[in-house]
């Protein structure tokens, strides 16, 4: 079991599956559990392009505040996938590969903040916060092989 399974391209693979679309991870949290639980199913990943932007907002001492993008630096994209491997290593799952954008396929009039929402809401009807990454990933696993499944019910 290893991040070769996941597809890898220039572009994210076609969709036959009545208008799914690929919609963008998220390089935390409950995202990277989901990665790795879909990684054969519903996930594909790509180069990065464009570069993330990194969002600055500094306020200064009067309260005033500047706010500012600018593309992410190589050594910042290194960090952030030193950071998610950490987070995957706590979790016992093999390192992500770096310098790629991760998608999850996701079923027509869906979008991911509501797939989160109900994966979250699925997650801790079983899992407290207490039991940490661990206890959501091991919940998230039994959610996604359960009738249920993965995604919620479209309304």
Same mark, same amino acid.
């Given at each position: 079991?290893?991040?070769?399974?996941?597809?890898?391209?220039?572009?994210?693979?076609?969709?036959?599956?009545?208008?799914? $679309?690929?919609?963008?991870?998220?390089?935390?949290?409950?995202?990277?559990?989901?990665?790795?639980?879909?990684?054969?199913?519903?996930?594909? $990943?790509?180069?990065?392009?464009?570069?993330?932007?990194? #969002?600055?907002?500094?306020?200064?001492?009067?309260?005033?505040?500047?706010?500012?993008?600018?593309?992410?630096?190589?050594?910042?994209?290194?960090?952030?996938?030193?950071?998610?491997?950490?987070?995957?290593?706590?979790?016992?799952?093999?390192? #992500?590969?770096?310098? #790629?954008?991760?998608?999850?396929?996701?079923?027509?009039?869906?979008?991911?903040?509501?797939?989160? #929402?109900?994966?979250?809401?699925?997650?801790?009807?079983?899992?407290?916060?207490?039991?940490?990454?661990?206890?959501?990933?091991?919940?998230?696993?039994?959610?996604?092989?359960?009738?249920?499944?993965?995604?919620?019910?479209?309304?």
């Amino acid at each position: 079991m290893n991040w070769d399974e996941v597809p890898y391209g220039n572009e994210v693979p076609a969709i036959h599956e009545n208008d799914a $679309s690929w919609q963008l991870a998220a390089d935390a949290g409950i995202d990277l559990s989901a990665l790795w639980l879909l990684r054969t199913t519903a996930v594909a $990943s790509t180069p990065i392009d464009p570069v993330p932007m990194t #969002r600055l907002v500094v306020t200064d001492a009067g309260g005033t505040e500047r706010r500012s993008q600018r593309a992410r630096t190589p050594e910042e994209q290194t960090e952030l996938d030193d950071d998610v491997n950490e987070f995957m290593a706590e979790l016992g799952l093999p390192p #992500r590969p770096g310098n #790629r954008m991760w998608w999850l396929r996701v079923p027509a009039g869906l979008d991911l903040d509501q797939v989160r #929402r109900y994966w979250w809401s699925q997650v801790y009807a079983t899992a407290s916060p207490e039991d940490g990454p661990w206890g959501e990933l091991v919940a998230l696993d039994a959610l996604f092989r359960s009738p249920a499944g993965p995604w919620p019910t479209r309304q």
